[in-house]
């Protein structure tokens, strides 16, 4: 059975940093492309970054291209995105996402909570 | 960016009723390998997004046959046959053809 689980999320001031994590299971990270979906708190969804298998290729979404950092370790089965200079406005639960295009399978989301 | 237009937003239904979503692209979405990918997800109170069809009409494993995809160039339809209590939820469409990929607003369907 394929499981995303996330970690990391929590309450940061305006300008901070987290860094959150995803650890899959039930199938082989190293040969699925893999993104990062949000959804502020009652609103709709958001898509955030792509990377490819072997993280050589990454994608953003203009609204935090420059601030966050998609990235991957396959031989710990393990997603990251880094979340720099955090706003208001990234207040969002965040989703672990398995093959971009068709967001097949998804995690249970961790909130990320920028206020002062 | 592509923008995915839903209609309506708000759909009340009456059990057992059909239900019907639609959802329009601002350009075409044909990709390279001559496949649409539009996709239809539902999210439940308090779960994440289900993924319920891909490439416009392709059911994914699972998803009860009272749900149907169907749509073509621009236009995209999501239909319930007959609505059951365990459709209430907030339903997405969704481009996975252009980077960026996006999501329509979102239509929450709920029992009257």
């Known amino acids: 059975e394929v499981q995303l689980v996330e970690s990391g999320g929590g309450l940061v001031q305006p300008g901070g940093s987290l860094r959150l994590s995803c650890v899959a299971s039930g199938f082989s990270l190293s040969s699925h492309w893999m993104s990062w979906v949000r959804q502020a708190p009652g609103k709709g969804l958001e898509w955030v970054a792509d990377i490819n298998q072997d993280g050589s290729e990454t994608h953003y979404v203009d609204s935090v291209e420059g601030r966050f950092t998609i990235s991957r370790d396959n031989a710990k089965n393990s997603l990251y995105l880094q979340m720099n200079s955090l706003r208001v406005e990234d207040t969002a639960f965040y989703y672990c996402?398995?093959?971009?295009?068709?967001?097949?399978?998804w995690g249970q989301g961790t909130l990320v909570s920028v206020s002062s | 960016d592509v923008v995915m237009t839903q209609s309506p937003l708000s759909l009340p239904v009456t059990l057992g009723q059909p239900a019907s979503i639609s959802c329009r692209s601002s350009q075409g979405l044909v990709y390279s390998d001559g496949n649409i990918y539009v996709n239809w997800f539902q999210q439940r109170p308090g779960q994440s997004p289900r993924l319920l069809f891909h490439t416009i009409s392709k059911r994914v494993s699972g998803v009860p046959d009272r749900f149907s995809g169907s749509g073509s160039g621009t236009d995209f339809k999501l239909e319930i046959s007959r609505v059951e209590a365990e459709d209430v939820g907030v339903y997405y469409c969704m481009q996975g053809t252009h980077w960026p990929w996006t999501f329509g607003q979102g239509t929450k369907v709920d029992i009257k």
């Open positions: 996402v398995r093959d971009p295009r068709f967001f097949q399978h």
